[in-house]
């Protein structure tokens, strides 16, 4: 390769948006406390980055009832029911820490 060349740009996929920070203090919490695999850590990351996504640039903290409700519905016809089951068992168990470490006030 010449020095007057410009290097070639590599293929593959774009980098990953940066870890939403509740998201990561969830997992590292999730992590510390029960040795998650790294298949649930990133189920739970995915989850989760999901739900941050759909509240268009609102925290996990003020996610209400009805946004997760709304975020179901919108997820249901693309979901295996395995899928929604996990996504669910997620949501709980953020708000549940969230709640625990006084994040939030209500479940």
Known sequence: MSLD???KKKRGRPP??????LVQAFLDAVWVEDGLSGNTQAAYRRDLQGLVKF???????SCTEVDLL????????ASKPSSANRR???FK??????IR????TSD
């Open 5 to 7: 060349q410009p290097p």
């Open 55 to 61: 509240l268009g640039g609102r925290t996990l903290d």
């Open 93 to 98: 168990r953020y708000f549940r820490w969230a």
């Open 16 to 21: 990953a948006p940066a870890p939403d920070p």
């Open 70 to 77: 709304s975020y179901g519905v919108e997820r249901f016809e």
């Open 88 to 90: 669910l068992s997620t």
């Open 101 to 104: 470490e006084g994040r939030m």
